[in-house]
């Protein structure tokens, strides 16, 4: 693969981290540099091993992952973002009771139902002998970015349409788990 083409793979599998980090962003009190950035290491990190471990996936069974990429990722995102539209519904907060930080194992879900789509890549990787360290890095940096950035952004929208962000958010998962199983079942 082309330095370019890296790049471009690298960005196009973080825009799922970004859309959920704005809702996880949004749905805090004001969330800090230091909340923003553990929330990018996480999802970057995330997101660096999950192409690594459908590529050696791939190497030894591509048929068995993508017999279950797709449900995964359907379930996990369609459990988060009912997490995050449900979270929206309800009567608000006041600004001052808002958490200042997730949870580890929120992040963590989050992060690798917005993932799963990387293990896929991961096993075609596999299939077309792409340098995965390179790419997983990438991919990692990429993400790390975005997730950073969007957890800035939702900070302001926070002040301002913090339930309506953290909705649209939700319904963005939850809508792109259902695009995954569909584009896996009625359409592959």
Do not use: C, N
């Not at 949004?26 to 950035?37: G, I, K, Y």
């Not at 299939?127 to 302001?156: C, N, P, Q, V």
């Amino acid at each position: 693969m082309t330095p370019i083409a890296t790049l471009v793979l690298a960005f196009g599998m973080s825009v799922d981290a970004f859309a959920a980090a704005i809702g996880k962003g949004a749905a805090l009190h004001r969330p800090r540099w230091s909340e923003a950035l553990r929330t990018g290491l996480i999802f970057g990190a995330v997101e660096t091993l999950t192409p690594v471990l459908g590529w050696a996936l791939g190497l030894a069974a591509a048929s068995y992952v993508d017999a279950v990429d797709h449900w995964l990722a359907f379930v996990i995102l369609g459990a988060v973002g009912g997490r995050m539209v449900i979270g929206a519904l309800r009567t608000p907060r006041p600004v001052e009771e808002r958490p200042q930080r997730h949870s580890l194992w929120l992040l963590l879900a989050t992060a690798f139902g917005t993932s799963i789509d990387a293990a896929a890549v991961g096993v075609t990787l596999a299939f077309i002998g792409a340098d995965i360290a390179r790419t997983a890095l990438a991919i990692g940096a990429a993400t790390f970015l975005m997730a950073t950035t969007g957890m800035l952004i939702g900070r302001y929208l926070g002040v301002r349409l913090g339930r309506v962000a953290e909705g649209l958010g939700g319904m963005g998962l939850i809508l792109l788990g259902a695009k995954i199983l569909a584009e896996h079942t009625l359409l592959g």
